[in-house]
């Protein structure tokens, strides 16, 4: 079904007020939810609402909590999330880097014990709007296999990088595996295949199948052994600077995780230290322009530069509406009412 983003937000508001949201608190997460959306990231927009809630109903998610401060050491900063929701701990974080960023030309926050934020890019982009350079990642429960592995071993710890722009902010959001598996499910449900390999079959063949990579949870990690390292390490670093829970501490927590207790870094860099913002603006058009004027393989396609298609999408779904699925639609809807059951504590 399409539908305009006024409504959808109006949508996802209610069913967050219904399980019991604070209305200051349902307004920005029913605006991040509704924007992913609009952005055509729907895995994590939309089709999140109902694992969200239910993760309240689990006391896996502390509506009430507040992220607090720990410990500082110059740029430095840690917090505890406590278990709080993760996108108003995100949001939070990156705003506090930029201040540290604004004072000591770079900060750093790292903020342990947090829940899931959703859509990573999110909070780059919010730095970059501020005129900062940023990088943010988090760690997850081990959902992806290390290289030559055939079982979940490593976490996907989706990564964002933003620099600010004059004409259009570059974003890069990207997990540690070809496809997150939200973008599986989205995939799966619009009855489409993959664009390229995403994982392996239950032969070990690579397919573009999603739901046969849902059944093996063989995800193909990004540029295969490379992305398998790279997430080892971002896992890593974000364990040591938040002095929080690694992937394999998640592992072994006895709740269900769906990034429950996770660790997150979030850094804010001054593009300004060394060179004027007209010398950086002009660096970044000249690369625009040269990714721009590369031939394509597909005519009809051009190159683009990270964050361009994103915003070419929330363009055209501002004008036209987004089509979302009517199974997920029905779903939200239904998470306004708590004599559906869906609220329930378990």
């Known amino acids: ?206 397919t573009v199948d999603p739901a046969a990579i849902e059944r093996t949870r063989r995800l193909l990690p990004i540029g295969y052994w490379k992305g398998s390292g790279l997430t080892i390490a971002l896992d890593m670093i974000a364990a040591m600077m938040s002095n929080g829970n690694s992937t394999y501490d998640m592992d072994d927590d006895p709740r269900e995780s769906f990034c429950t207790a996770c660790s997150q870094i979030f850094i804010a860099i001054n593009p300004e230290a060394f060179r004027t913002k007209e010398s950086n603006d002009e660096t970044i058009a000249k690369m625009k322009d040269s990714i721009h004027g590369a031939e394509a393989v597909d005519a009809d396609n051009a190159t683009r530069y990270p964050g361009e298609g994103a915003s070419l999408r929330e363009k055209q779904n501002k004008e036209f509406g987004m089509t979302i699925d009517d199974g997920i639609y029905e779903k939200v809807k239904n998470l306004q009412n708590k004599d559906k059951g869906l609220l329930q504590k378990s």
């Not at 990573?120 to 081990?142: P, Q």
């Not at 959902?143 to 030559?148: D, Y």
């Not at 490593?154 to 004059?166: D, K, Q, S, T, V």
């Open 1 to 206: 079904m399409v539908i305009k983003y006024d409504e959808l937000k109006d949508l996802i508001k209610r069913a967050f007020l219904n399980a019991g949201i604070a209305e200051e608190k349902a307004e920005i997460l029913a605006s991040v939810h509704a924007d992913s959306t609009l952005k055509g990231v729907n895995s994590h927009g939309i089709d999140r609402v109902p694992k969200f809630i239910e993760l309240i109903g689990k006391d896996l998610v502390d509506i009430d909590a507040e992220m607090e401060l720990v410990n500082s050491f110059g740029a430095m900063e840690n917090y505890d999330g406590n278990l709080g929701i993760g996108i108003l701990n995100a949001l939070k974080a990156s705003e506090r880097a930029t201040e540290l960023a604004k004072e000591y030309g770079i900060g750093l926050v790292g903020l342990r014990n947090t829940t899931h934020w959703m859509r990573g890019g999110l909070y780059t982009e919010k730095m970059a709007e501020r005129g900062f350079i940023g990088l943010c990642w988090t760690n997850t429960e081990s959902i992806v296999p290390a290289w030559g592995a055939t079982s979940p071993s490593i976490g996907n710890n989706p990564l964002g990088i933003a620099i600010p722009a004059a004409d259009g902010d570059i974003a890069l959001d990207m997990a540690m595996s070809q496809y997150s598996y939200g973008k599986l499910e989205t995939t799966k449900l619009a009855g489409e295949d993959l664009p390229y390999p995403g994982g392996f079959d239950s032969d070990g063949n690579l």
